[in-house]
Structure formats: structure tokens, C-alpha cells
């Protein structure tokens, strides 16, 4: 990759020079309190004296904003952007939900800082939905019906989230990152498929979900009730903004056998990965007795497909994307 080579003017040096930016602390009081700012300032490569570059003062004053609200703990615009997106509710109405003035968010959506208290308001219903409901019933008559009834359905169905784990939030949260199309059907064979390496190669499961045996394949019921209405659709579920930016609660270990996964199975539709499931011990096992299209739900032990993925992770050494495609390889080559 070449850099760009950045030029302009310097009055120090009277004529177009080469600069490069880099960051400087710099000391700020705001209400009687010292804060330290890094900024970014241009420096001419010739006598090493600042310039003044057009649209760097804009980006100090955001970078100073950004960084004041993170001092003091305050939500960014991007934050109430994201409560707007997740409770399907507009600047104003949410406004009068959290028991503001009508123009309070509006202004802070335009740049005004917001104060502690409103701050932490906007926080808590940010990361849980039945705060927002309680939010919502106390400030009803404020919203028409339509807008506190959208919003009010959006809060139900985020809370509807957190049937399932923690952790598996967060799996699922990184596989919509680095996948772009996710069926309901893709998912769950990819959470198999990553419970299955995972629990071959660090000895436990990697979430506390069990799989039951339905007619295609391995499934997480719970998971399969939080899609359901996307049915043979990619999910775009936009209750999952609720989780961006807490990938970071996985371990390495964790986003390493996610990422194995994804860039090998990840590459298959959901039908091609149902046809590998049904090869593998575990799931033909507990069909045992079971015709082709009866329904069955029998538990897939996590013990039973730990087991299995030990003996293709000696076969295949499936710690690797190499060693992952010729077990898939080796699968889709049987005839089912
Ligand atoms: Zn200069």
C-alpha cells in the first residue's frame, strides 16, 4: 500500500510543502476541571512547525468532544442513534418517552452534550429493553398510540434476546459480523459446527445451549425461536445493534475457533451444511429409530459431539482451515 502524500501550504516556509499529522496532548478546563486531549495536529516535514490545514479544526472539536464524553461517561450521537434503531422510535417521540422535553434529544443529536443524569438514563434503557418498556408505560400518554406501540413491541421482542445465553449472543453477534448473509438454517449448523471444534480443542463447550435432533439436522431451539420469522431468509435483525461493540466480551480463543468455522463452513448454504451434519455420528445416533421425514427431538449431548469432533480433530487436526476442509471434503464426498 502506497501513503498519500499529503501537501500544503506553509507559512513558515512560504511555499507547498510535505506534511504529516500526528497526535498532541493538549490541556483543556471545562467547569472549573483540568482534562488532557489528544488531538491531531499537521506538521510540515521541512521546519517541523504546525500548519493550519483546513478541516482539522472540525476534527479537533469532535476529537475533543468524543473524548470529553468519555471521561465523563456520557453517551455519544452514535449511542442515541442506536436506541432510536433498536426501539424503532423517532427523536422526538423517544424524547418524551425518557421523560424528557420534547427537544432534548433532537439538540443532542445536533451536538449539544447532555448531562449526567440524562446520560445515564439514555445508558440503562441502551442496554436493557425492560428498562425502556417501564420508560415507555410511565410517559404513554405523551406518544400517540402508533409510535408507543411500535416502540413498545420493538422492547418485548429485544427482550426475547436474552432467552438464550450470554455468550451465545455474543457468538451469534460475531458471526453476523463477519458473515454478510446468515440464513436461520446456516446459523444454526454453524453453531453445531462450532460448539463441535471448539469442544474438541479446548476440552468444554464454548456456550451452555444443548442441540436437539429435528429432521434437518442440529438445532438450537431457542435460537430458532429468536429467527423464526426470517424463515429461508438472511437475517437482518436490527435487535442486534443492542449488542455491537461487546464482541470484545469473547476470548481469543473463542473469535479464533469462530473464525475457523466461518471461513470454512461459513463458505456453504445452509442445505449443503444440514447434508454434512446428517454424516456425523452424533446426529444419525440419535435418529436411531427414526424415518427419514418423522420429526424427533432428541437431545444432542454436548459430551457426545465434544467426542466425536476429538476423533475428526485427530483424524484431520481441525485446528486449522486446511485440516476443517478436508473433513468437509471427506463429508459432502458420502453419500447420505
Ligand atoms: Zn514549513
Known sequence: ???????????????ETEYF???KDIVKNIKDKEYIFAITVAVCAECGEEMSLPGLIDKNVQEIDEQYRTAEGLVSMDDIERLMKIYKI???????????????IPRYLEGQMPSKEYSDIIKVTLSSPAQMKQKLMENREKLTDAAFRKAFAAAESLESLFSVSDKMLRVIAYIFE?????????LQKLLYFIQGVYSALYKRPIFAEDCRAWVHGPVYPEVYELFRDFKYNPIDDARFALLEGTVDALT?????????????????GGKVLERITHN?????????????????????????IMKYYI?????YGIDTEDGLRAYIHDMLGKAS
Open 1 to 15: 500500500m502506497t501513503e498519500k502524500v499529503r501537501r500544503d501550504f506553509c507559512i513558515e516556509c512560504r511555499k
Open 21 to 23: 499529522l500526528q497526535k
Open 90 to 104: 423517532g427523536k422526538t417521540p423517544l424524547s418524551l418517552a425518557l421523560g424528557f422535553g420534547e427537544v432534548t
Open 178 to 186: 463477519k458473515l454478510e448473509e446468515v440464513t436461520p438454517l446456516m
Open 252 to 268: 481469543d480463543d473463542e473469535k479464533r475457533v469462530i473464525g475457523l468455522v466461518v471461513n470454512t463452513f461459513g463458505m456453504y
Open 280 to 304: 456425523e455420528a452424533p446426529w444419525i445416533e440419535a435418529r436411531k429409530g427414526y424415518g427419514d421425514s418423522i420429526p424427533s427431538s432428541e437431545l444432542l449431548p454436548k459430551e457426545r
Open 311 to 315: 476423533l475428526i480433530n485427530q483424524k
